[in-house]
């Protein structure tokens, strides 16, 4: 860099605390990345594209700090006493509807302070134009930032014109909004660094799916050819065209992570791993042929598991499947547009428990088109398909997806604060078919009826007795459900 001044050169990344009041002693954390909600679970996640970006920023000389507040224990006003210390020259916030006041709050003290405030994510890519109104962002990046966070900064420092600053809407100098031309989606994934995860502490990251530690999450593909309509980072971030990193860029990063720093298991967060099934199977001869001992999980559409694929899988180390189930009916999946069936999710199901793999079912509750009888079908559904995990939310209205169009144009939302629309402890929607109170009771309720049955429990039991990672995931799950 041409100028070595550390307060010219520093790139902050802030993930900030879960709420406005939160404090370290809270036992509120948010969870959840395409879904994003507050949990009290104890789930601590990260942002991968963060990290990725951060890295890119380091390959081009700038002096990088992350401030991930949840794990570092740092609330509001220890935020903002951080900025004032460190004084960086821009500061870089990942806005979704959950945090979105705390982001403003933090990022108006920011801007106070004279640094450059830059807002990217799916949230804001969605609602740029009237995001980049309010007075506490100076920046809007849209889509994939990985390299365009430094391309803003570089231009920034060098006082250049940011007319060419492809993806950006931002705010001239006489006030008019200018909504530059849409980034190019990252065509070379090969090309990207290994992201920057030494600048966070993976031993403080936990989610109820692993059963090692550290553990870390990493993304190797982007870009979903499905259309599910509640589905916001095809819409927003990564488009529909799949582009992937080589098996051998894919191999390296999981063996940094084990290398490097120690990782036991790693969540392979891709919307879809098994999209290319002849690349998700090298994946997994690599990983054995190099003998990378590490223990991982994948999410999948049941429709494209087979039986060669699901054996490779576990060879690999692959652990646990991940199926985005949504819904019980036949109708409401069409209507979602999920391009599947429910005789095609109880055979991908039945392929990865045939296998020895854990399955995690994602089911929603309260779709627009759902009725009472609807709901309790996918009830039956998930109880019927037994997984070792179900996780349950309701569909998140969120922007930039016809599902949010839809449920505006119709009147079903009973608020416009963002923050409300917390999937996992509440919906803010009222339905054609299900009123709010009918839909809050379902996901207040499903937890219990789920993981109480007598079915559930013996399964659950022989399970325990695996591993000793498998006993104490079971126990950390029932001690927190069994209290629902």
Known sequence: MDNPDPKHTTVLFVEPPPTLDWTPDSTVSKAGRRHPCLNETGEQIYSYQNLSCAAVLREQGYAVRYLHCPTQRFDCAMTREYIDTLAPFAMVIMVEHINALVAEAISRHARGRGVHVIWVGPHVTALHQSEIAKECVDYVLRREWDYAVAELVGALRAGASLDNVAGLTWRQAGGAVAVNEDRPYIEDLDALPVPAYDLVDLSKFYESVFVAFPAATMITSRGCPFNCVFCSYPETIYGHRHRTMSPARVVKEIAHLVDEHGVREIRIDDDTFNIDRSRAMEICRLMVRERIRVLFSVQARPSLMTDELAAWLKKAGC?????????????????????????????????????GLDVLNCVMLGFYWDTPATVEETMQFA????????????????????????????????????????SVHHSAVQLPSLTNQQLNEYLRTFYRRYYRRPRYVWMMLVRMFRSWGAFTQSMRKWTVLLTK
């Open 319 to 355: 652990r646990m499947v991940l199926f985005g189930v949504e819904s019980g009916n036949d109708e409401v999946l069409a209507r979602m547009r999920k391009q599947t069936t429910k005789n095609d999710i109880r055979r991908g199901v039945r392929i990865a428990k045939k296998h």
């Open 383 to 422: 109880f019927e398909l037994n997984a070792e995990f179900t996780q349950v939310s309701a569909p998140t209205p969120l922007p930039g997806t016809d599902y949010y169009r839809l449920l505006e144009e119709n009147g079903c939302l009973l608020t416009s604060a963002w923050h409300e629309h917390d």
